[in-house]
């Protein structure tokens, strides 16, 4: 497809258990970030990749939390023994032109809800 | 600290009936501000970004203004389609990629 894929694009989880969210961006996005968003609420930024790069990782809220970009393009987003409090929909973005155009193109997002 | 906060939380307007949304912001060095708006169960899809104070940009009834400490959405006449929550963001000062987003104004028009 033409739009950031997400997948998938509801996990329920039981607390202690690992979860891994998908992220296909749109073919040649240099720049790839994730999001989380709680119900209500604006989405806060977890981290930045430019290619397989990481360059920004510093609104992951533990090291439970944990992304990868290992060939620059699908990015996987895992997240280690799940607390209540990651209940979230998690936000995918890529762009290409980000820094002049303030555009980003974001999946559908993923919703996690943990028991 | 950066902070972007969003007015009303919630707004219900009757269709045709015109208003604004406010965004305040505390970015040092802004580089951007950006209004996104977010449909139940989607993501965020961009519709302006301004950069400088007097800055204005339209896209059908949505008109989008800057200051320098504030933005407004202004919605001329309305549609029930234009209901949606409205986010507004800004790069943080402390580094570009990260963008802080404010928590949305929910519109809801009625037919």
């Known amino acids: 497809g033409a739009g950031v894929s997400q997948s998938p694009r509801y996990k329920v989880a039981k607390r202690g258990q690992d979860v891994a969210l998908r992220c296909d961006p749109i073919s040649g996005h240099v720049s790839l970030f994730w999001y989380q968003q709680a119900l209500g609420q604006g989405p806060e930024f977890l981290t930045y990749f430019q290619n397989e790069a990481q360059l920004d990782k510093s609104g992951l809220p533990s090291d439970r939390f944990f992304a990868e970009r290992p060939e620059g393009s699908v990015s996987t987003l895992k997240i280690q023994r799940t607390q209540q409090e990651d209940s979230a929909v998690y936000l995918c973005a890529s762009s290409l032109a980000w820094t002049s155009t303030g555009e980003l193109f974001f999946g559908e997002g993923s919703r996690l809800t943990v028991l | 600290e950066d902070q972007v906060t969003q007015s009303p939380e919630a707004l219900r307007l009757q269709e045709g009936e015109s208003s604004s949304l406010n965004c305040s912001y505390t970015v040092s060095g802004l580089r951007g501000l950006f209004w996104y708006r977010q449909d139940p169960g989607k993501g965020p899809e961009f519709l302006f970004t301004?950069?400088?104070a007097g800055e204005e940009k339209e896209k059908e009834r949505l008109k989008a203004t800057l200051t320098k400490k504030e933005s407004f959405l202004h919605i001329t006449a309305p549609k029930p389609e234009d209901s949606a929550t409205y986010l507004c963001?800004?790069?943080?000062?402390?580094?570009?990629?990260?963008?802080?987003f404010g928590i949305g104004t929910k519109l809801q028009v009625i037919p």
């Open positions: 963001a800004a790069p943080n000062s402390g580094g570009y990629q990260k963008v802080t």
């Open positions: 301004l950069y400088s």
